[in-house]
């Protein structure tokens, strides 16, 4: 089991960046696959960002492409989740969580973090 610890939440304003980190420990963190995940208040949990595990694969959701980037470093057994040009209807918790391939479905991750709020205003 890996242990994950995610920060880098806050309130911000829409159209400024934001740096997502999750922090690993435990098991092999380096051959697992990382995703990002956010649930919004009323709204059920939805896929944001995967990387494998050597960051040779990444997928995004169509809503944070070209906006969001999801990143390694294995050394330092960080994902990280760069959010820019932030909008309100980004506003949710965001979860890491570590599974043995990059997917989008949450059913393939089995490790999570306990979630960072981050909340755009408008």
């Known amino acids: 089991q890996v242990q994950l610890v995610e920060s880098g939440g806050g309130l911000v304003q829409a159209g400024v960046s934001l740096r997502l980190s999750c922090t690993a420990s435990?098991?092999?963190?380096?051959?697992?696959?990382m995703g990002w995940f956010r649930q919004a208040p009323g709204k059920e949990r939805e896929f944001v960002a995967a990387t494998s595990w050597a960051g040779a694969t990444t997928l995004y959701a169509d809503s944070v492409k070209g906006r969001f980037t999801i990143s390694r470093d294995n050394a330092k057994n960080t994902v990280y989740l760069q959010m820019n040009s932030l909008k309100p209807e980004d506003t949710a918790i965001y979860y890491c969580?570590?599974?043995?391939?990059?997917?989008?479905?949450?059913?393939?991750?089995?490790?999570w973090g306990q979630g960072t709020q981050v909340t755009v205003s408008s």
């Open positions: 969580a570590a599974g043995p391939i990059a997917t989008q479905e949450q059913r393939n991750f089995g490790s």
């Open positions: 435990g098991r092999t963190y380096s051959r697992l696959a």
